[in-house]
C-alpha cells in the first residue's frame, strides 16, 4: 500500500468516529497541557530564584562561622570555636583580587523617630556594602570609612523605610532611636526590590560594631568577599581558608562561593521541576489507557472489516501498521492540542498574574508531546497484534 493511502486510510478510521477519537485525543491533550503548565510554572520559579541570587554579581564568597561538614573532634572543642570577628574580616582585605569585603550583622529591632515606631530588619554593615552589591543611593552618602571597631552612630534607611517614617521629607541629619540606641541618618536608598520574598527596602544599615553592640553578639553573622571579574572563585576561597586557618588555628568556618550556591540551588530547582512535570505526566498515563481501551473496542468492532482486508490481499504487516498508525496519530493530535492549551494558559497566567513566574521551557514542551506520541504507540501495540493475528475466514464469519 501506498503511504498517502495509508495515512488516508487511518485518517477516515479516525474520522468515521469522530466523538470516540475526540475524548480519546482529549485525555492526550490534558495530559500535555498539565505537563506544560506545570513544567513552565516550575522553570519560572526556578529562573525567578537564580535571578534573585545572582542580581548582586556572581564573584561573591561567603564566609560563616562553624563547619558545615560533619568532622571527628572533641566535643569540648565545639564550645572554644572562635567566632568571625570584624578583624578576620580587614584581614582579607589584604588578599590579592578582593576588591570588597563586607562584615554583616542582622537583627529585628524597633525604630523611632519623627513620632512613629516601625518595627524592621537593622543590617550591620561595612562601609564597602553599597558598592559591593551594586545598592544606590538616592540622597546623602553610604556609611562613612571610620574605625571598624568603633564607628559613629550613624544609619542609612531603605526606600520603604524612609518613606513609612518620614514621608517625602528630607530625613538627612534627623536622629532616630534602633533599639533605645540614637542614631543620625546621614543617607538612604534607592528602591532596590525584594529578594525571595525579603523586602530590601525596609531595612536600616547601621556599621556593623554597633550592630554587634546593638544586638549583644560576639561574632559576625557572615563575611561576603567580592574578588575581581576573571579571577578564579577557587583561587579567592584558598588564599580566604589559608587566612583565617592562621587566624583561629583550626577549621571551624565555612567558606562557600557564590557559583557552588548555585549549582546545588540549580540542580534542586530543577529536580523540583521535572518531579513537578512527572506529576503532570501522570494524566499522560491516564490517556494512555484511555487509547489503550477504544483500541481494543475496534478491534472488536472492525473484525469483519479487518477479515474483508485480509480477504482482499492486506497482509499481517499492514493490518498492524494500520492501527498502530490509529493509536500514534490520536496522541500526536492529542498531544498538539494540549501544547497549544498548555502554551496558551501559560501566557495567559503570565499576562494575568505578573508576579508568578511563568517560563515555557521549550525542552519540557517537546519531551511532552514525544512521550504522548511514544505512550499512544505502546498503548497501540496489543490491540494492532491481536488485529494483524485475525485469520480472514473466522474474521469475515463475525458479520
Given amino acids: ?32 497541557a498539565a505537563v506544560v503548565l506545570l513544567t513552565s510554572i516550575g522553570a519560572g520559579v526556578q529562573q525567578y530564584v537564580l535571578h534573585q541570587f545572582t542580581q548582586f554579581g556572581t564573584n561573591i564568597i561567603s564566609v560563616q562561622p562553624g563547619k558545615s561538614q560533619t568532622f571527628g573532634a572533641n566535643p569540648g572543642q565545639f564550645a572554644s570555636m ?40 537593622v543590617f550591620g554593615v561595612g562601609p564597602e556594602f553599597d558598592e559591593a552589591y551594586t545598592f544606590a543611593l538616592a540622597g546623602g552618602s553610604f556609611l562613612p570609612e571610620d574605625d571598624p571597631t568603633a564607628p559613629r552612630a550613624v544609619a542609612v534607611l531603605g526606600s ?146 479487518i477479515g474483508l482486508l485480509r480477504a482482499l490481499g492486506a497482509t499481517q504487516r499492514s493490518i498492524l501498521k494500520f492501527f498502530l498508525g490509529e493509536a500514534v496519530l490520536l496522541s500526536a493530535i492529542g498531544g498538539l492540542g494540549g501544547l497549544i492549551v498548555g502554551i496558551g494558559i501559560a501566557l495567559l497566567l503570565s499576562a494575568l498574574v505578573p508576579a508568578l513566574p511563568v517560563h515555557i521551557e521549550p525542552g519540557y514542551t517537546l519531551l511532552a508531546e514525544a512521550i504522548a506520541v511514544l505512550i499512544g504507540l505502546i498503548s497501540g501495540v496489543l490491540p494492532a497484534v491481536r488485529a494483524a493475528g485475525l485469520q480472514p475466514v473466522d474474521a469475515l464469519r463475525t458479520e
Fill in 82 to 121: 572562635r567566632p568571625l570577628t570584624i578583624d578576620d574580616a580587614m584581614a582579607f582585605k589584604r588578599i590579592p583580587k578582593v576588591l570588597n569585603v563586607v562584615p554583616m550583622m542582622q537583627g529585628n529591632s524597633d525604630v523611632e523617630a519623627n513620632g512613629r515606631v516601625r518595627r524592621t530588619t
Fill in 160 to 305: 520603604k523605610m524612609r518613606h513609612e517614617i518620614f514621608g517625602d521629607a528630607n530625613p538627612l541629619g534627623a536622629l532616630i532611636r534602633i533599639g533605645g540606641e540614637r542614631f543620625r541618618i546621614i543617607g538612604f536608598m534607592q528602591s532596590k526590590g525584594s529578594m525571595i520574598g525579603f523586602d530590601l527596602d525596609d531595612t536600616v544599615y547601621i556599621p556593623t560594631a554597633r550592630a554587634l553592640s546593638l544586638f549583644n553578639r560576639n561574632g559576625l553573622l557572615q563575611v561576603d568577599v567580592v574578588y575581581a571579574p576573571g579571577v578564579s572563585a577557587r583561587e579567592v576561597s584558598d588564599a580566604v581558608t589559608r587566612v583565617l586557618m592562621a587566624r583561629h588555628g583550626r577549621e571551624d568556618f565555612t567558606v562557600v562561593t557564590q557559583q557552588e550556591m548555585l549549582d546545588t540551588l540549580g540542580n534542586i530547582l530543577g529536580v523540583l521541576t521535572a518531579a513537578v512535570g512527572a506529576l503532570g505526566g501522570i494524566s499522560l498515563l491516564v490517556g494512555g489507557v484511555g487509547i489503550f481501551t477504544i483500541m481494543t473496542i475496534a478491534v472488536r468492532e472492525r473484525t469483519a472489516e
Fill in 1 to 32: 500500500m501506498l503511504q498517502q493511502d495509508f495515512i488516508a486510510f487511518t485518517y477516515s478510521a479516525i474520522k468515521a468516529r469522530r466523538s470516540r477519537a475526540f475524548l480519546t485525543a482529549l485525555g492526550i491533550g490534558i495530559g500535555v
